[in-house]
């Protein structure tokens, strides 16, 4: 049902974008939002778009790097992440939820991750 895409190793102050292809046929009313796992952390919140792609939502820790998206026509959400830190390491998954949230429990459907590595 979702699908992640886009990751891979850069430089710290590099930009990466990360995309999130899902079902239309199931998510398309869903917020969308993305977290990150690094190795030995909890799963953390990044983000949240609603699904009309109108209002989003971020940590305070990412706010002004990270930014998302959607393109219903795609059925794709997007992650755009800038200046990239070695702490942004980690394996980012986009999620769906049938309202915004930024905790892991209020997400009904999970992708598989994709790993994004920052090196200095």
């Known amino acids: 049902q979702l699908v992640e895409s886009g990751g891979g190793l850069v430089q710290a102050g590099d930009s990466l974008t990360l995309s999130c292809v899902f079902s239309a046929r199931t998510l398309s009313s869903f917020a969308m939002g993305w977290f990150r796992q690094a190795p030995g952390k909890e799963r953390e919140f990044l983000g949240v778009?609603?699904?009309?792609?109108?209002?989003?939502w971020y940590a305070d820790s990412v706010k002004g790097r990270f930014a998302l998206s959607r393109d219903d026509a795609k059925n794709t959400v997007y992650l755009q992440m800038n200046n990239l830190k070695l702490e942004d390491t980690a394996i980012y998954y986009c999620?769906?939820?049938?309202?915004?949230?930024?905790?892991?429990?209020?997400?009904?459907?999970w992708g598989q991750g994709t790993q994004v590595t920052v090196s200095s």
């Open positions: 999620a769906a939820a049938f309202a915004p949230s930024n905790a892991v429990r209020g997400y009904d459907y």
């Open positions: 778009i609603n699904w009309k792609g109108t209002d989003t």
